[in-house]
């Protein structure tokens, strides 16, 4: 299962990376599609209308847009896959019981149980994951008794803070 969702995660970037040569493509030639959001049906439809003038232009534009049908087609072809193993993984009771947490979905789940594995070979939540570091607990900020909180929130990756404020030379 973890091979199929690492190649889920492959096919996604695949599908980002067709959108972004046709949108690359379109703006080089001055086409934008004004309304609504990208990759909805509506923006489908303007695509379908667009024509140009000179016959390479509408060879490329056509080349881009097949690019990406193929590439969301292969994406789905790989979640159905997923879905389809699902029933008969030995992992699918853990599946189940992370769908009952607000906001994960089917799919989150399955890459989640994939790429963890067995979680009870962690002794407590604070030794699972890098993540235990966003729980509140764990964001507290040790400072002199008497000192003021800052008004901006700890960083939670201890190297993404800036080694001296930015713009600051010397």
Known sequence: MRDLIRLRSVMRQV??????HLQGFLLRHGRKHERGTAW????RRWLSTLA????????????YVDAVMDAERRLQQVE??????LPEWNQRPVVDA????????LINAVVLVAEVGDFTRFSNHASSWPISAWSPENNRVARPSGAAASPRPATLMPGARWSKAPGLTG
Do not use: C, N, W
């Open 40 to 43: 909805r049906k509506a923006y």
């Open 52 to 63: 140009f003038d000179h016959p390479a232009q509408q060879i490329v534009f056509q080349d």
């Open 80 to 85: 159905e896959q997923i879905l389809s193993l």
């Open 15 to 20: 599908v980002t990376r067709a959108r972004q």
């Open 98 to 105: 992370l769908q009952a947490m607000r906001g994960i979905a």
